[in-house]
């Protein structure tokens, strides 16, 4: 065990010596999101598409990020698909290779049932992070690992008779970025 510990900390601290070669980039991802909790229990795993993933370092270690996603998701009765889409922004934390990004979300879920389709209005926050794989001086892989939580307006709330429960999802997905 001490051998595993030991060589997670030399990674974590080889990456430092590693510093971020551009100012920006814009990139997409594709992936899999999977709800959690009680948003687990009724909604499957779904596909998970980064339409715009954009930061912007103000230095080496710090700046700001804009994301631009959606998912789609089957129900157990397969009745019913609901669709999530974000749009989330906030400070980035680079440090190696790895970039940290805590976000404001605003998220729109829709359901739709035999043609009918019903949109909730929500917002909520990400938890994300994402290691850097250099491909060239221009071209990079991105290892992506979110946690979206989110939970409708308080009007829509009431007049649907929702809770105060968040939904939550954990999207996983790897993406291809320009580095500018």
């Not at 990456?15 to 971020?20: D, E, M, P, R, V």
């Not at 920006?24 to 009724?42: H, R």
């Not at 700001?64 to 009765?77: E, I, V």
């Not at 359901?111 to 990079?140: H, K, M, Q, R």
Request: aromatic share 12%; hydrophobic share 40%; with cysteine.
């Amino acid at each position: 065990m001490n051998k595993i510990i030991t060589l997670f900390i030399a990674l974590l601290f080889g990456t430092q010596l590693f510093a971020q070669d551009s100012k920006g980039y814009v990139g997409l991802s594709l992936g899999v999101s999977i709800p959690a909790g009680d948003t687990g229990e009724a909604l499957k795993s779904g596909l998970e598409l980064g339409l715009i993933n954009l930061g912007f370092r103000f230095s080496e270690t710090f700046g700001a990020t804009l994301n631009w996603g959606a998912s789609g998701h089957n129900t157990d009765s397969d009745l019913v698909t609901v669709g999530v889409g974000y749009l989330s922004f906030g400070p980035m934390i680079s440090a190696g290779g790895f970039d940290f990004k805590p976000q404001y979300a605003i998220v729109s879920t829709v359901f739709e049932s035999f043609g009918e389709e019903l949109t909730i209005d929500c917002t909520g926050f990400v938890l994300g992070g994402t290691y850097n794989i250099p491909l060239s001086s221009n071209w990079a892989l991105a290892a992506n690992a979110d946690y979206l939580s989110f939970k409708p307006t308080d009007e829509e709330q009431e007049n649907l008779g929702l809770g105060d429960e968040s939904d939550n999802m954990f999207k996983l997905s790897m993406g291809i970025r320009y580095l500018f």
